[in-house]
Every structure is written in structure tokens, then in C-alpha cells.
């Protein structure tokens, strides 16, 4: 390891970006702490927008204002358009074969494919009686909830509600569904499990950084299990799609689109629905989403009953939620676009890499120089925002910035050719499920806690879930006959 580090020590130009004092072998990986972005939030605020960072023997860019970020991800980005190899890109990434961690051509057809037959606007609201039915089911649940006046663990059920609504999308199964045997709900269950493991484990991988030998590298190996367990079940998937496929019928799910495309591989298919584009990057972060926006809510119970009478004036109360409801509701949406503002559902921009030599900020930045966007400090900037702690959905109400990474004080999808394919489907999932279970449930913390008590902290993985689970009492707000008819419907 010393040798490899000493033998290989790159020559970097003299006028790189401002950098803290790094330690020995490891560099500044000692500074990021449990929470990276919370850590170079706190580091940028003393060296700079524009930082150079050495990650063990990794040259790292990080960049955390609106300017640079536009300079990284517009201005130059046919420099800074590519992907940096991981071992979970190179593992459970399919060696880079889905949309997000491709390069070159393969990212070219593979995105082409995603944003002009799988994830269009017309298809994504193709899927709306997918996504009616998972929250109907969920609506009944809460209604059973409020009944034993019982809290209900959220980020949990918000998960599972998640991830059924996009799986169906995606694979035509959800394990909450009827008509699975106990056999098929138990392997889906265990693919939404390792999903999450392998989430978590897409966060930080040592041996990225440091030379660490194989026989060393215990984590390697169970990134590797994760990679065959998943494997596994998503290409007895794939087959079971092709099987029964008839090219006369209309697609099902996005599996039947995909296979329907000649120039896309069973690889591809399998690295986009495994893990970052679908259902992999997809559950996890509506659910997170979902969860913020009624933490903060809750601490916020006068944006809470706005939002509640917002919804009776144009849904009323006489029957559920509809997704051609949401155009009519901004305020609703303004709730959403505050929480992914101060709590982006990726903090952290899927890394760049830069293929060549340039400047960033005045600054030179080497080729293969790793590139992190922190749109969490981005998102804090004064410069940018009034009181960017506080939670204000007004400072949306009238305004023309959106999320499609056109405004770059605000990328909670990231912007330019990277920019996150699965926007809409996102968007979609998470405004309607907000606004059912605010349109049809009042909401409570449990008995003996009040707002103080509530915790706001967060906790590391690809996505940054609340540390503590929101747990919450429903009542409901409407007729009781109203939450059968939506699910018979």
C-alpha cells in the first residue's frame, strides 16, 4: 500500500482549488464524516465554493454554489459528462451498464430509449390507475390505523407503498397484491430488502479510495452477494417478460417497453431496473420525500391546515384525490418543491468525472478529477435563498423556478445531460401520495410527545432518510365509504 501510493503519486498542476491539510495514505477522507454533506457544507463555508479534496488516492472536485455548479454541469459539461468507475457501478451497476453510471455510446441509446419511450410524460400518466390503486390499498390501512387509534410507523409503510407503486410500474408486481402467492411476496419482499442493503452500501465503499487488497476488502464481497441475489431474481424477471410478451398488445409494464427496443441489452435492462433509474433509485427517494414533507408538517401545523383546506376547496370531501387534481393545487406543490429543497432526496449529485484538464472558478482541475455537486449547501446558501433554514413553501407561490435543473440555485434532480430521467415518474408518485394522505387523514404525533420532541436529524445512505422512523396517529377526514369506493373503483 506504501509503495503504491508513493509510486503512483500523480503531478498536479500548482493553482488547483482551495484544499484543507490531508493526512497521510488517506488524504481528507477523515473529514467527511457520518454525513458527508452535512461535513462539506462545513468545509466549503471555510475553503470555498470551489474545493479540491484528495479521497485516499482519489483527485475530488467538490463544488457547492449555484455558479459553479452551472459552470460543472452546463457551461462544460462535454468535460464533466462522464462517470467515474465504482465498485458498485462495476458490480451491482452492471460495469456502468445502467443510465446512471454509463458512458460513451452505451449512456447515449440507453438514455435516448429512457426519456423517448420509457419514461415520457404520456406514459408515466399511462400508469396513474398503478399508482391510484397501491394508495387506495394504503388509504384503507391508514383507515384500519385510526380505527385502533394505533400510531403508524411512516418511513416504513411509506417505503413498502413506494416501492409497490414503482415496481408495478416497472415489473407488473407488487407484493401487496392479491393475486402473488405467499411464495412470490416472500422473493419480492427479499428484492425490496436487498434493494435497501444495497442502498446503503452504494454510499461508501473503502476500497474506492484506498488500496486496499482483495483479501482485505470484506465489503467487496457482500457487494458482490447483493449483485448475484439480485441478478437472480430480476433476470428470472426478464424471462417471464419475454415468455409471456405478445408485440400486438400494449406494454403491461416499462419491462415489456424495454424489451420491445431491439437496441437495448438484457444488461441494460437489468442495470436500469435494478439500480438507480427505476426501482432502486425510485422507492426510496418518494418515500424519503414523502416522509420529510409531513415532518415538517407536523412541526409546521399552520402550512399543514392550509394545505388541508387547499384540498377540500378543490377536491372536496365527497370523494379521494385525483391525479388531475394536482395542476390545481400549488400550494401542494410548492410543499413539495420546499422539501426537496431542504432536503434534497440525494444531497449529493451522483459523482462526474472530468475527461480532460480545465478550469473551474479561476482554478485548474485535473483530467479523471471525481466531481461532487453538493446541492444540500447550494440549497443553504444565502446568496440564493431568504432564510434557507427555515421551512417556507411560499417562497415557491408564483415563482417560475422548477426542478427540471434549469435554475441552479435549486437541482434537486441534478441539471444538463445527467439530469435525473426519472423526474416526472418522481414528481407523480410523491405529489399524489402527499396530497391522499393529507386530503383524507388528519394527523397527530402520539400521545405524551409534542413538536419539541420531534427529530429532525438525518442519517447516511444513497438517499438521507429521517434517523428517527416519523411515527403518527391518523383520523380520518373523510367518510368512511369514501376510501372503499376509491379502492373499488
Not at 508513493?6 to 491539510?21: E, N, R
Not at 398488445?249 to 417497453?257: E, G, L, S, W
Not at 444540500?376 to 422548477?402: H, K, V
Request: hydrophobic share 40%; charged share 25%; with cysteine.
Amino acid at each position: 500500500m506504501v509503495m503504491e501510493q508513493v509510486c503512483t503519486k500523480p503531478q498536479l498542476p500548482p493553482q488547483l482549488p482551495p484544499s484543507p491539510t490531508g493526512l497521510p495514505f488517506i488524504g481528507h477522507l477523515h473529514l467527511l464524516g457520518k454525513l458527508p454533506h452535512q461535513s462539506l457544507l462545513k468545509l466549503a463555508q471555510q475553503y470555498g465554493d470551489v474545493m479540491f479534496l484528495k479521497l485516499g488516492k482519489v483527485n475530488t472536485l467538490v463544488v457547492s454554489s449555484s455558479d459553479s455548479a452551472k459552470e460543472v454541469l452546463n457551461t462544460q459539461d462535454h468535460i464533466f459528462g462522464s462517470r467515474p468507475k465504482t465498485t458498485f457501478s462495476e458490480t451491482i451497476g452492471y460495469g456502468g451498464a445502467g443510465l446512471a453510471f454509463a458512458n460513451g455510446e452505451n449512456w447515449k441509446s440507453t438514455r435516448k430509449v429512457c426519456m423517448y419511450e420509457v419514461l415520457t410524460t404520456k406514459r408515466v400518466e399511462s400508469f396513474h390507475p398503478i399508482r391510484k390503486f397501491e394508495v387506495s390499498l394504503f388509504m384503507n390501512e391508514l383507515l384500519k390505523a385510526s380505527r385502533e387509534g394505533s400510531a403508524v410507523d411512516l418511513s416504513s409503510k411509506l417505503s413498502d407503498l413506494t416501492f409497490n407503486v414503482i415496481s408495478t410500474m416497472v415489473l407488473g408486481k407488487s407484493y401487496s397484491a392479491s393475486a402473488l402467492s405467499e411464495a412470490e411476496k416472500k422473493e419480492t419482499m427479499f428484492f425490496k430488502e436487498t434493494l435497501d442493503e444495497a442502498a446503503i452500501m452504494a454510499g461508501f465503499h473503502a476500497g474506492d479510495y484506498l488500496p486496499i487488497p482483495d483479501w482485505m476488502d470484506t465489503q467487496v464481497n457482500k457487494i458482490k452477494q447483493l449483485q448475484r441475489d439480485l441478478d437472480q431474481f430480476i433476470q428470472k424477471e426478464v424471462e417471464s417478460h419475454r415468455q409471456r410478451r405478445d408485440p400486438g398488445q400494449a406494454p403491461r409494464d416499462f419491462v415489456d417497453v424495454l424489451l420491445s427496443n431491439s437496441h437495448i441489452s438484457d444488461t441494460s435492462i437489468k442495470a436500469l431496473i435494478v439500480v438507480s433509474d427505476m426501482v432502486g433509485g425510485g422507492t426510496e427517494s418518494s418515500a424519503v420525500s414523502v416522509v420529510w414533507a409531513l415532518a415538517e408538517l407536523i412541526k409546521n401545523p399552520r402550512l399543514m391546515e392550509r394545505a388541508q383546506r387547499e384540498l377540500k376547496e378543490v377536491v372536496g370531501e365527497d370523494r379521494s384525490l385525483e391525479e388531475s387534481d394536482i395542476p390545481n393545487l400549488p400550494f401542494l406543490q410548492a410543499i413539495v418543491k420546499e422539501t426537496m429543497r431542504l432536503h434534497p432526496p440525494g444531497p449529493l449529485l451522483i459523482p462526474h468525472e472530468s475527461t480532460e484538464e480545465c478550469e473551474i472558478g479561476g482554478y485548474t482541475v485535473p483530467a479523471r478529477t471525481r466531481t461532487v455537486v453538493n446541492i444540500y449547501a447550494i440549497a443553504r446558501d444565502e446568496d440564493n435563498w431568504e432564510d434557507p433554514l427555515n421551512f417556507d413553501p411560499d417562497r415557491f407561490m408564483g415563482s417560475n423556478i422548477d426542478l427540471k435543473g434549469r435554475h441552479f440555485e435549486y437541482l434537486p434532480f441534478g441539471s444538463g445531460r445527467r439530469i435525473c430521467p426519472g423526474l416526472m415518474l418522481a414528481m407523480a408518485t410523491v405529489q399524489f401520495i402527499l396530497g391522499s394522505v393529507l386530503h383524507g387523514f388528519n394527523w397527530r404525533l402520539p400521545s405524551g410527545q409534542t413538536i419539541d420532541d420531534l427529530d429532525m436529524s438525518e442519517s447516511f445512505g444513497l438517499t438521507v432518510p429521517k434517523a428517527v422512523p416519523l411515527k403518527l396517529v391518523p383520523s380520518p377526514r373523510l367518510e368512511p365509504q369514501i376510501y372503499v369506493k376509491s379502492l373499488s373503483s
